[in-house]
């Protein structure tokens, strides 16, 4: 079976699918901000995640059934992201820059995929993603500002959701709060960050992971 189909098969572990699926919660699709504002609003996103040299932070993640994990998540620039789950949860997600690959330490198997196929793309590669797709979405606080992401072109890679604060302490003064996901078959999944850390010391080697796999007949 194939590991995305299982994990949503798994109550417990059906969120962790949507990590890697994306969305936009109706609350904030308001309208779209004037295009001037637009255009000044997603350029302080775009200064603000590539301000981030390195982050830490806990995470809260929600499926549309409300089934929820948490973990923490660390990312390095450029692209590299992690994914540790809570335990008893016992899979990983990584990006070192290039794909991202999900690992199933339960069943020993793990998937991969370019960054660019998946909504992550648009937090790890705000350059390509963000500025290019990105919509400003009103929110009416002006200390929040959302931002929806999609490539039309390829609906099949859903919408992806980020949310910021206004934050002193924050690279570019926005602090990346929570990104909401919804898939092509209109799954929703919300995920949550707290004590956010950044310029935090951040060795290579987190983006890196133990294979499951036995040795003999793995794909090189």
Not at 131 to 148: A, F, H, M, Q, W
Not at 150 to 161: A, S
């Amino acid at each position: 079976m194939d590991i995305l189909n299982r994990l949503k098969a798994t109550p417990m572990r059906a969120a962790i699918a949507g990590a890697l699926a994306v969305a936009v919660p109706a609350a904030l699709a308001v309208s779209a901000a004037p295009a001037a504002a637009q255009s000044d609003q997603l350029d302080q996103v775009v200064a603000a995640l590539r301000g981030i040299t390195t982050m830490k932070a806990d995470f809260t993640q929600t499926d549309r059934k409300g089934q929820t994990v948490r973990g923490v998540m660390t990312m390095k620039a450029p692209g590299r992201i992690r994914f540790e789950y809570e335990k008893g949860v016992n899979m990983l997600i990584v990006s070192n820059g290039r794909s991202l690959t999900l690992i199933d330490y339960e069943v020993a198997q793990t998937q991969r995929w370019p960054i660019s196929n998946s909504p992550l793309g648009a937090l790890l590669d705000p350059k390509r993603d963000v500025k290019r797709y990105g919509k400003l979405i009103s929110t009416g606080n002006p200390d929040v500002l959302s931002i929806e992401v999609k490539d039309p072109k390829k609906p099949e890679y859903g919408t992806i959701t980020l949310i910021f604060t206004r934050s002193g302490d924050a690279p570019g003064g926005l602090k990346l709060s929570s990104w909401v996901a919804l898939d092509a078959q209109n799954k929703r999944t919300t995920v949550r960050l707290s004590n956010q850390r950044f310029g935090v010391t951040v060795p290579d080697s987190a983006f890196t992971y133990r294979d499951p796999r036995p040795a003999v007949g793995r794909p090189r």
